[in-house]
């Protein structure tokens, strides 16, 4: 019947939105973009219109908001919010307005739209005052925290975050990472209120979290604005420290491994898949890995279920179901614990790579050579900070007031007078101006540490990643005859993303290689009917495996061109008789 049909593809539709919503709460994102291409695929075949896509366009907005791609998002989930009102002229009232409504806001959060985002969250407050789905209770606190700090409104954040924390402190445990979201959120609001003492406690609690390798939830699958979220909280407990870092030079070591946390998280993914490929050839470690992933999706599945970020519609649980999560979580908890504890004694490389540890300067002055120098750069929205480390272990620390946007604008400077490809006698001079403002401003006050050496190693991030050092003039040319003396005539310069990455592949490169070197030649045939190949009678007559595969896998998806690329590839020369 009619009816029957269109209530099986219903069933199928929301079969597809239910897995992309669990692919998104454990970080997979292009799995869920594939499901949801899949799910839009359905819809247009079941006949679908633009009155049915809401699911589409609100999911679409949850996918984009976790890459990061805030413009997009907020698009779609306008989208979304429409379709929704034009079914329910009852706002605040519905849980599907309410989860466009969440994704709207993500979006400008991550735009960092803040008066329109303070906006928003006014009127949804507004809207749900009396209502279940009451948005302080529905919205993700560290979110609502976020937005009132950055609108000058700390003292309310501060109420409001106290006794969110203490409510999902209750349900979740101290040590996961939705939790530390809102104790660091806490601590920015309390200093930006001048509670600076009574800031510290949450933002050493929030830092312990973001980087301690014992911590079973600091996984990757985070998306894209609790790292932004992350980024800010750091920043913010650094320049706590900075404050207290003239009168209290202990401290230089503390703010090093707070910077590297910053730097360190734009490369957790990298490091993360590097140490998945080390684990191919071995066994017992691929064993490991594959049952801490398992058990890390489902903790991310529940977790997401009980910080309230699923569709508002499945928040509804009655006190048994929590229950019974919080113990399964718990027992997942100790069993990823365990596992990790196994990984560090047998597997400690993997481990450094998986989840690397701030070093101290002490681990890094013993990687040096004596010839060698470490530096450090974060920059941050109000300065940059720059730590030195030499080999007898003396570190050098000072503030600069070439803050990231500042930066951004000379490194913009720079590239234009360096991408001049194709330009010809019409492309501009190199701005040594610029450059070497920029050496001024980090490397100059640093001189006695590069004295004398010949390597330097530098740890950047942001808009310092676009630049190689080498470039940097070491003095301002005030007389182009007399030439310009470049900081690479002293240094050779290799350029790293964060020091616990650079620690970890340094003890990486020092594992043991094969006694001897192995060097080989190949000549294989891929032109499976070429004349030369069949009469010759050497090894490039004989078709392999490879060439075999190759015609079948084309033949089969109709790709011929592939392997008539394959089969022009040339002999290579003096190999034959190797």
Known sequence: APEEQDVQKRTVFYAFADQVALQSSIGKWIDAQWTLREAFEFSRKAGYNESHMYLVYMLTSRILNGLGSFNEALSFAQKAEALQMGISATQGQSSRWMDARVQHLTALVGKGSWTEASKVLTETRQLTSDSPLNADRVLNPSLIGWVLVQTGNASQAVNFLQTRLAETEKIMGKRQMAVALQAGMLGVAMAAQGQHAQAQPYFEWAHQVFTAPDVVTSDSGEDALQKSMKRFILERYLREGVRHAATDPSLAEKLFKIADAINASTIQTALNDAASRA?????????????????????????????????????????????????????????????????????????????????????????????????????????????????????????????????????????????????????????????????????????????????LVVATSGPLAKIPFGLLPTQHATNASTGTHWIIKDLAISHVPAASGWLAIKKMANRPTAPEPFLAWGDPVF?????????????????????????????SLDEEMDALTYSQIPPLPETRDE
């Not at 929590?322 to 027992?331: A, E, F, I, S």
């Not at 989840?355 to 010839?371: C, G, H, V, Y």
């Not at 069949?534 to 004989?542: F, I, L």
């Open 279 to 455: 684990s191919i050839s071995q066994p017992k470690l691929a064993d490991l890995v594959r049952k801490e992933q398992d058990a890390r999706q489902e903790s991310a599945s529940l977790l997401a279920y009980l910080s309230g970020q699923r569709p508002a519609n499945e928040s509804k649980s009655t006190p048994g179901i929590v229950l019974q999560m919080q113990t399964r979580l718990r027992q997942l908890e100790q069993q990823r614990k365990t596992i990790k504890e196994t990984l560090q004694v047998e597997f400690p490389e993997y481990f450094q790579l998986l989840q690397p540890k701030a070093p101290s300067f002490q681990e890094i002055a013993s990687q040096l050579k004596q010839d060698e120098v470490f530096v450090q750069i974060v920059s941050l929205n109000e300065s940059s900070f720059v730590w030195s480390i030499e080999p007898n272990k003396q570190v050098r620390f000072h503030a600069s007031d070439l803050n990231e946007h500042k930066l951004h604008d000379l490194v913009s400077g720079i590239r234009k007078t360096l991408d001049v490809a194709g330009m010809g006698k019409s492309a501009p001079r190199f701005d040594q101006t610029k450059a070497f403002a920029i050496y001024q401003g980090l490397l100059k006050p640093l001189e006695p540490a590069l004295k004398g050496k010949k390597h």
């Open 527 to 555: 032109d499976l009917k070429s004349t030369a190949a069949a009469t010759t009678n050497t090894t490039r007559g004989k078709p392999t495996a490879l060439a075999q595969r190759v015609r079948s896998t084309a033949s």
